[in-house]
Structure formats: structure tokens, C-alpha cells
């Protein structure tokens, strides 16, 4: 079974940087779309991206379009969410998780084997 690690979350200020990894082990990890969600407080969980087994094709929120970037290294079972101009807006909890339905879609429904999630706050 497929198992995801989230780390770099932190502190930042807005207009800040982040670079997000999603680190998986387990069953092949090129097989599958992985997902880039958040939290916030008090808010339901929502889509931030997702990319294609190969890469090559990536889905963003409106909310995040033009500020983050998502990549993966299959050779390192590894996917990034690259944050730039930071709001406070965008102060969550970041969680990573495996697409087994649908295509790149944001839908929770559709994805699986959830990390534990990485902290990221926005603040001055």
C-alpha cells in the first residue's frame, strides 16, 4: 500500500516561499495522480492541485493559479507544491494523497492514502 509523508511546512511571511514534498514508499508511485490539499481552521478541507503519473499534466485551484507550482520526481517517489507570494489566506494544514478515481480532479471522493499533513502559516 502505498504511504505518504508531507514535510517543509512553517512560518512565513506573506509574499514568502515554500516548497512542499509529498514523499511516498510502498507500492509503485508512478502509477498514480497525486494530490496537493489544505485545511484551514474552522474550513473543510479543499483541492490545491493535482499532477499526472508522468507529470505532464498538473490541475490548480483558482485560488492558487499563477502562485503555485506542482512537480514530481518519480525516481525520487517524490512530489513538490512550490508556493510563492504567500497570503495569509493561504495558512493551512497541507496534505498530499494518492488520485484512485476520476482525473485530475480536486474532489476529496476521488483520492486516498492521506498523509498526515505539514503546518503552514502565513503571518507578519
Known amino acids: 500500500q502505498l504511504q505518504l509523508v508531507e514535510s517543509g511546512g512553517g512560518l512565513v511571511q506573506p509574499g514568502g516561499s515554500l516548497t512542499l514534498s509529498c514523499a511516498a514508499s510502498g507500492v509503485t508511485f508512478d502509477g498514480y495522480p497525486i494530490g496537493w490539499f489544505r485545511q484551514a481552521p474552522g474550513k473543510e478541507r479543499e483541492g490545491v492541485s493535482c499532477i499526472s503519473k508522468g507529470g505532464l499534466s498538473t490541475k490548480y485551484a483558482d485560488s492558487v493559479e499563477g502562485r503555485f507550482t506542482i512537480s514530481r520526481d518519480n525516481a525520487k517517489n517524490t512530489v513538490y507544491l512550490r508556493m510563492n507570494s504567500l497570503k495569509p489566506e493561504d495558512t493551512a494544514i497541507y496534505y498530499c494523497?494518492?488520485?484512485?478515481?476520476?482525473?485530475?480532479?480536486?474532489?476529496?471522493?476521488?483520492?486516498?492514502?492521506w498523509g498526515q499533513g505539514t503546518q503552514v502559516t502565513v503571518a507578519s
Open positions: 494523497a494518492v488520485q484512485v478515481r476520476g482525473w485530475l480532479t480536486l474532489s476529496l471522493a476521488d483520492f486516498e492514502s
